[in-house]
């Protein structure tokens, strides 16, 4: 591991200890062992040559190392107010509003300032699947095997192995409606039953040529000061594509003796144009949710 790496992943221990400390502490289940020794767990598996070995192309993902412990340091208290946010969620139905229930798949909705969130709560009755859902969630490309809709996805700057920032790109029923996203992804084991995987937008500087607003995370307080620049593609540099905002989503995975329970939290800015019509938007986010109800049948026994 070089010295430059050694150096993100010291300065990321306090506050990725911090983050598994608090995390669902008033669950039930034990919470891990202690700050230091959670933290250790994550990094000690999470040395350069473990992720270079992880890639078919180790050049390409040293490059993706950063080398800004600051810049590591905000990513990762991003992550944990994001995460700190969502624990105040789990279990809490009294705000949110039934959509619907069907087949152990039940999805409601409630307003959060001027935009709303989604919750999707799923059983998998396969308690053998759990790594394998945690895997294909925290895969940059995982959604093709359940979103039609998805195009593909990249990894554009790694922190950590469980600290990363994502592209992802999406097409939708009008052509010239096709966009993509750049978000801060975090994940985090809280234990050996139990990960939370976050994404989640800032107002990175993409050097996208579009006409833009200044984007502002309703959510998450700490996005709003974190401002990467990242070196994107000559489609979104020439304003080819829209740009969409993830303003908070969360799958909170549980492996439980007869099953896999995951809670999907999803808020987005579309940033659709003036032309699209509120119910097309929130009917594609409803079926966007639903496609994760799809985990049921690629992870049956």
């Given at each position: 591991?070089?010295?430059?790496?050694?150096?993100?992943?010291?300065?990321?221990?306090?506050?990725?200890?911090?983050?598994?400390?608090?995390?669902?502490?008033?669950?039930?289940?034990?919470?891990?062992?202690?700050?230091?020794?959670?933290?250790?767990?994550?990094?000690?598996?999470?040395?350069?040559?473990?992720?270079?070995?992880?890639?078919s192309?180790?050049?390409?993902?040293?490059?993706?190392?950063?080398?800004?412990?600051?810049?590591?340091?905000?990513?990762?208290?991003?992550i944990?107010?994001?995460?700190?946010?969502?624990h105040?969620?789990?279990?809490?139905?009294?705000?949110?509003?039934?959509?619907?229930?069907?087949?152990?798949?039940i999805?409601?909705?409630?307003?959060f300032?001027?935009?709303?969130?989604?919750?999707?709560?799923?059983?998998?009755?396969?308690?053998?699947?759990?790594?394998?859902?945690?895997?294909?969630?925290?895969?940059?490309?995982?959604?093709?095997?359940?979103?039609?809709?998805?195009?593909?996805?990249?990894?554009?700057?790694?922190?950590?192995?469980?600290?990363?920032i994502?592209?992802?790109?999406?097409?939708?029923?009008?052509?010239?409606?096709?966009?993509?996203?750049?978000?801060?992804?975090?994940?985090?084991?809280?234990?050996?039953?139990?990960?939370?995987?976050?994404?989640?937008?800032?107002?990175?500087?993409?050097?996208?040529?579009?006409?833009?607003?200044?984007?502002?995370?309703?959510?998450?307080?700490?996005?709003?000061?974190?401002?990467?620049?990242?070196?994107?593609?000559?489609?979104?540099?020439?304003?080819?594509?829209?740009?969409?905002?993830?303003?908070?989503?969360?799958?909170?995975?549980?492996?439980?003796?007869?099953?896999?329970?995951?809670?999907?939290?999803?808020?987005?800015?579309?940033?659709?144009?003036?032309?699209?019509?509120?119910?097309?938007?929130?009917?594609?986010?409803?079926?966007?949710?639903?496609?994760?109800?799809?985990?049921?049948?690629?992870f049956?026994?």
């Amino acid at each position: 591991m070089n010295k430059i790496y050694i150096k993100i992943s010291l300065a990321l221990l306090s506050v990725t200890g911090y983050m598994q400390n608090m995390a669902f502490a008033s669950d039930s289940t034990p919470s891990p062992n202690s700050p230091n020794e959670t933290s250790k767990e994550i990094l000690d598996n999470d040395s350069e040559d473990d992720i270079q070995q992880s890639s078919s192309n180790p050049k390409e993902v040293e490059h993706l190392l950063y080398d800004d412990p600051e810049e590591a340091i905000k990513a990762a208290d991003v992550i944990s107010e994001s995460l700190a946010h969502i624990h105040k969620q789990i279990g809490n139905i009294n705000d949110y509003k039934l959509y619907s229930k069907q087949d152990g798949a039940i999805l409601y909705f409630k307003k959060f300032k001027d935009t709303e969130i989604g919750k999707l709560e799923l059983t998998i009755p396969n308690p053998d699947s759990y790594d394998d859902i945690v895997n294909m969630l925290w895969d940059p490309n995982g959604a093709k095997n359940f979103d039609n809709s998805f195009i593909k996805g990249t990894i554009r700057r790694v922190y950590n192995k469980n600290l990363l920032i994502i592209q992802q790109r999406h097409k939708s029923g009008m052509k010239a409606w096709n966009g993509y996203y750049h978000a801060l992804g975090g994940k985090i084991e809280l234990s050996k039953d139990k990960t939370m995987i976050i994404v989640v937008s800032s107002d990175m500087n993409d050097h996208d040529g579009g006409k833009n607003k200044k984007y502002v995370n309703p959510f998450v307080e700490s996005a709003n000061s974190f401002k990467p620049d990242i070196d994107s593609e000559e489609d979104i540099r020439n304003g080819d594509l829209y740009k969409m905002y993830i303003n908070l989503v969360a799958f909170f995975i549980k492996k439980e003796t007869d099953c896999v329970k995951v809670t999907y939290f999803i808020s987005i800015d579309p940033n659709a144009p003036f032309y699209v019509p509120n119910y097309f938007v929130r009917k594609a986010l409803v079926v966007k949710i639903l496609d994760i109800v799809k985990l049921r049948d690629i992870f049956k026994k």
